[in-house]
């Protein structure tokens, strides 16, 4: 289960099953697949949440892992996000969130969901990551007939970005923050130095992983970081903003 804060809401993603079950409960609020807001101007339902978590805790005991102590069996959980590369950013290379949260269950891991359209997957396996990405890679030029590049970092590698990230940078109407995530050919400090950017106008920083950076929206053009698309190492990188990142890692700023 994750959450999610924003301006007007609290985010609550217990999976589609425990929306399902608790569909009456839930009636008042906003739905979507898997998820449920919470309105920060009325009183936050804690009975009905006490009563998801313990259902929720008795449906990943049936499934035989326990993700407190990642233990299933002699082998131990991780949990992992995959990060799909350039899919659903128009009408070419389109993809399905159910097609490709099914494909991820056929493919044998477990506790899959899905989260927006730009192609993350938050799933746990037993695998190693370099493992999980031929098999993945393979399922997904299987099923969607072009090749789809995907990163995949484990939560605590999401976990390390994210507290990288200053508080106060923020995606907003005023400034904009995104995390662009490293495939392992390009994850160097020298992959910076680089950037095609005007480094006057925007703060731009490397963390093991990942190159993030802030600007101020007024300046967008003078940054230059439209440049970025065209740059040598942009296929070997997959962008997100940070709202997506934080809420990936699950971490939020308070």
Do not use: C
């Amino acid at each position: 289960m994750h959450f999610a804060a924003f301006k007007k809401h609290i985010g609550f993603y217990p999976t589609p099953s425990a929306i399902k079950v608790f569909k009456k409960e839930l009636s008042s609020y906003k739905q979507a697949k898997g998820s449920v807001q919470f309105p920060l101007d009325k009183t936050i339902p804690y009975d009905t949440i006490k009563k998801i978590v313990e259902f929720r805790v008795k449906e990943v005991i049936g499934n035989k892992y326990d993700k407190e102590t990642g233990s299933i069996g002699e082998k131990t959980m991780t949990a992992y996000i995959a990060l799909l590369r350039g899919i659903n950013a128009g009408k070419n290379r389109r993809v399905d969130m159910k097609k490709l949260e099914a494909l991820f269950e056929r493919s044998g891991y477990a506790d899959v969901s899905t989260y927006i359209n730009s192609g993350n997957v938050i799933f746990y396996s037993d695998k190693m990551a370099s493992e999980i990405r031929r098999e993945i890679e393979v399922a997904l030029k299987k099923e969607f007939k072009f090749d789809i590049p995907t990163l995949i970092k484990s939560r605590k590698e999401m976990q390390d970005i994210a507290k990288a990230i200053p508080g106060k940078w923020q995606n907003d109407a005023e400034q904009r923050t995104d995390v662009a995530y490293l495939f392992e050919e390009i994850d160097s400090k020298k992959t910076l130095d680089t950037m095609p950017v005007n480094k006057e106008y925007i703060d731009v920083r490397y963390v093991k992983g990942a190159i993030y950076w802030n600007i101020d929206r007024k300046n967008y053009n003078k940054s230059r970081l439209n440049k970025l698309i065209g740059h040598k190492f942009y296929q070997s990188m997959t962008v997100r903003n940070v709202n997506t990142a934080r809420f990936l890692a699950g971490y939020t700023t308070g």
